[in-house]
């Protein structure tokens, strides 16, 4: 063991770049959570059917 480890530059490097790459993959993870979550409100049938509803009510009272 090595106690001066953290003061190494190489191995500085070495974690910073497996943070840099953990992080990046939690971020892809989370950014794609989001994409499906926001993918599912827009598509909910019960937000289409009152959309439709409300379409319809404009369509009645314009004729």
Request: net charge negative.
């Amino acid at each position: 063991m090595n106690p001066n480890r953290s003061l190494d530059r190489d191995s500085a490097d070495c974690y910073g770049e497996d943070n840099f790459l953990s992080s990046f993959v939690f971020l892809l993870a989370s950014c794609f959570s989001f994409v499906l979550d926001v993918a599912r409100y827009a598509f909910k049938p019960t937000t289409n059917h009152l959309l439709n509803h409300q379409i319809k009510s404009v369509q009645d009272l314009m004729t």
